[in-house]
């Protein structure tokens, strides 16, 4: 265990649907990453939230946002889904640069 | 801006043969660089991380990554390979206020 906990594990929904990953991360960490990983795209990093506030943006889709409440977890929200959103979302928390800590990530299916 | 391009993205290798995967960096800045491993349907794992001390870093599992400024280079090795160490390895580069930017990622294969 990491540490870092996402829910949910697995999920498979419909085409223009709208989905919510959860991220909690590892205790004292301030800082939160949400990163997308496919076959064709690799591993990229969509946004950064630190204590609270946005701190750097990624490639990430006007489709999706995000958003850290005060107790530091983190959702990541996606909307109209498309079939090339099927991919594994990973968030991963850090309190400084020396390294993050990846949750297990969450698999999302559009089907 | 940062980034890392590693060299192959398969890599077979023996059982107790030397492990070698490669990762060349671009940054204007000095990095912080870094070797994650992901073994099927889990998250990265830190392997090791070089943050500006010593360019001979080791890490878990018997894996040692050494910075070289002049080649811009920051490749792992271990040198014997075990089953166990069969997995897709990722090196990434992050600075101070940066968010990390991973290389395509290298599977390794090892082969009884």
């Known amino acids: 265990d990491s540490g870092v906990t996402q829910t949910p594990k697995h999920l498979i929904t419909a085409t223009g649907q709208r989905v919510t990953l959860r991220c909690s991360p590892r205790s004292g960490d301030l800082s939160v990453y949400w990163y997308q990983q496919s076959l064709d795209q690799g591993l990229q990093f969509l946004i950064q939230?630190?204590?609270?506030?946005?701190?750097a943006k990624g490639n990430i889709l006007e489709r999706f946002s995000a958003q850290q409440f005060p107790d530091l977890h983190s959702e990541l929200n996606l909307s109209s889904l498309e079939l090339g959103d099927s991919a594994l979302y990973f968030c991963a928390s850090s309190r400084d640069h020396y390294g993050y800590t990846f949750g297990s990530g969450t698999r999302l299916t559009v089907v | 801006a940062q980034s890392v391009t590693q060299l192959g993205s398969h890599v077979s290798v023996s059982e107790g043969a030397l492990v070698l995967l490669r990762c060349n960096y671009s940054s204007s800045v000095p990095p912080y660089l870094f070797w994650y491993v992901q073994y099927p349907n889990q998250g990265l794992q830190l392997l090791l991380k070089y943050t500006s001390a010593a360019t001979l870093v080791k890490g878990i599992n018997g894996f040692e990554a050494e910075f070289k400024k002049s080649e811009t280079s920051f490749h792992l090795t271990k040198p014997s390979a075990h089953m166990s160490d069969a997995a897709e390895y990722f090196c990434a580069v992050t600075h101070l206020n940066n968010d990390m930017r991973f290389g395509a990622g290298t599977r390794l294969t090892v082969k009884p």
């Open positions: 939230y630190y204590n609270g506030e946005e701190r």
